[in-house]
């Protein structure tokens, strides 16, 4: 559902943005009644400016998969400088944010960084650089583990996974 608000005359203004009203037939008094209920919308002003430190790891970690992912495009067209550039530039962004000292937000810089060893130059990039960076994309969209061995993909790990992980390294 999508809704388009409108700009109103001031800020501590409460908006009816639905009204709903229900007529039944009451069998206990056997007559006709009916109910409205409002959906209103309060809008205040913020004293806080800070985003919310939960959306804000989400952003981060969107913000992370497009830079490797435009990274990755200008390393296929040989660009690694400026792919580099990229995840330096993602890589301030996450560092600078409200969730910039949470464990996945920190594995999130350690990510970009892996990725951009992968882009000094056409052997590193096509060597594995490439992939890595893909691997990371598709998990951090999916929010599924691909590569335990990347730091913020641990955040995705599952405990079965982890324990065939497990396994697979005592045999």
Not at 85 to 107: H, M, N, T, Y
Not at 144 to 162: C, D, F, H, K, L
Request: proline residues 2%; aromatic residues 8%; charged residues 20%.
């Amino acid at each position: 559902m999508a809704m388009q608000l409108p700009e109103l005359p001031s800020e501590d203004v409460q908006w009816v943005y639905a009204s709903v009203e229900l007529s039944y037939f009451n069998v206990l008094t056997c007559m006709m009644e009916s109910v409205t209920c409002q959906a209103q919308l309060e809008r205040q002003t913020s004293t806080s400016s800070s985003r919310n430190f939960q959306l804000d790891k989400h952003y981060n970690r969107l913000y992370a998969a497009d830079a490797m992912s435009r990274a990755t495009l200008k390393g296929e067209e040989g660009e690694y400088e400026e792919a580099q550039k990229i995840l330096e530039d993602a890589e301030k962004l996450i560092q600078a944010s409200v969730s910039a000292s949470d464990p996945f937000c920190i594995g999130l810089i350690e990510d970009l960084k892996i990725c951009s060893r992968g882009l000094e130059n056409s052997t590193s990039f096509y060597g594995g650089g490439q992939q890595t960076m893909m691997n990371s994309v598709m998990s951090h969209y999916n929010q599924r583990s691909t590569n335990a061995r990347m730091p913020s993909q641990m955040a995705y790990q599952t405990s079965a996974r982890s324990q065939m992980q497990s396994n697979r390294s005592k045999k």
